[in-house]
């Protein structure tokens, strides 16, 4: 059986298609597109007609893979972007119109829920065919529009927070130079921080517990710690990043330009002016939660969108999961 999945935030949309049966999971294709859907929404309110326009480009060719590798099944969520902007559903049903998908839009809590399927998976996948997800961790996943933060323990339902720490947003809020002045950045960690303060101080990984990165920042910032020249998925699945290594990625690109950040190998193109805002939610956290080190998963929403999707079908049709 034939799923397709399609993750749709606020920076970038993501689209996997994959073959399920009798438990094999299997990507037949995949397509990443930055549209930056969220751009200007902190400020307005509302989705601009560019931003809307760029993601329905990118959809109309997802609508068309999806038909051209014969998915008996797709679903599309919508994420912090689509929760926020009061005219989201403008947007939904233009959408449907021209493509004829059914955009969900998702909340904090099942956003979580969902990355953690992915990133488990992932995990399980790993290099070492014997590895498994920890049954203690703390998943962190940063994206565009927001940040979840799930916190995992033995014979217990998962902790989440989703809070509004999306690199997007906080770009637009606090860097206004090229470079981003000390000033600017100070006040970029101060407001940080203060969130993780508020809302995350409840949230309390066990001793043991594994520190595990999700997200388009995440696995960025692998990339960009090893220097790739090409995006290698294998490479980055189970990859250490260490909060040194983001301490000196942010201290690096905060004093380069974002014309100099085009150069730099492992960054994607697209992610230039907003990567900064999102090393610095990853260095707090880290930083909240005592955190020297964390395990990066290249799986994530997407990914967990397709599992649920086959899950419960399985219920259903073929009784059985991934």
């Not at 009061?86 to 969900?104: M, P």
């Not at 498994?132 to 962190?140: E, G, K, Q, R």
């Not at 960054?267 to 090393?279: H, N, P, S, T």
Request: hydrophobic fraction near 40%.
């Amino acid at each position: 059986m034939i799923l397709a999945g399609i993750d749709i935030g606020t920076n970038s949309l993501r689209l996997l298609i994959a073959e399920t049966d009798c438990g094999a999971f299997r990507e037949i294709h995949s397509d990443r597109r930055i549209t930056r859907l969220g751009q200007g929404l902190d400020q307005t309110g509302m989705l601009s007609r560019e931003a809307a326009d760029r993601t329905l480009g990118a959809l109309l060719d997802f609508s068309a893979a999806i038909l051209r590798h014969g998915a008996l099944y797709s679903v599309a969520m919508g994420t912090s972007a689509l929760r926020k902007a009061s005219n989201a559903r403008e947007f939904i049903q233009s959408v449907k119109q021209r493509t004829g998908l059914e955009i969900t839009v998702i909340t904090g809590d099942e956003e979580a829920r969902l990355t953690l399927l992915g990133v488990a998976r992932a995990l399980q996948r790993g290099r070492d065919q014997k590895s498994h997800f920890p049954p203690s961790a703390l998943v962190v996943d940063i994206g565009g529009g927001s940040t979840e933060i799930i916190v995992t323990r033995p014979d217990t339902a998962p902790a989440v927070r989703s809070l509004p720490l999306g690199a997007v947003y906080l770009t637009e809020r606090f860097i206004k130079r090229d470079p981003p002045s000390p000033e600017e950045l100070a006040q970029l960690q101060m407001a940080v921080r203060s969130e993780l303060s508020e809302h995350a101080a409840s949230l309390q990984p066990g001793p043991a517990s594994v520190f595990v990165g999700a997200g388009g920042t995440i696995t960025t910032l692998a990339a960009v710690d090893q220097g790739l020249e090409k995006y290698d998925p294998e490479r980055i699945n189970r990859s250490v990043l260490t909060r040194a290594s983001i301490d000196d990625i942010v201290l690096k690109l905060s004093s380069m330009t974002l014309e100099s950040r085009r150069g730099i190998r492992g960054l994607e193109q697209g992610r230039e002016d907003i990567v900064v805002a999102g090393a610095v939610v990853a260095q707090e956290i880290m930083r909240h939660f005592r955190y020297t080190s964390m395990l990066v998963s290249d799986w994530g929403l997407r990914e967990g969108i397709v599992l649920d999707l086959y899950e419960k079908l399985g219920q259903h049709d073929t009784g059985g999961g991934v």
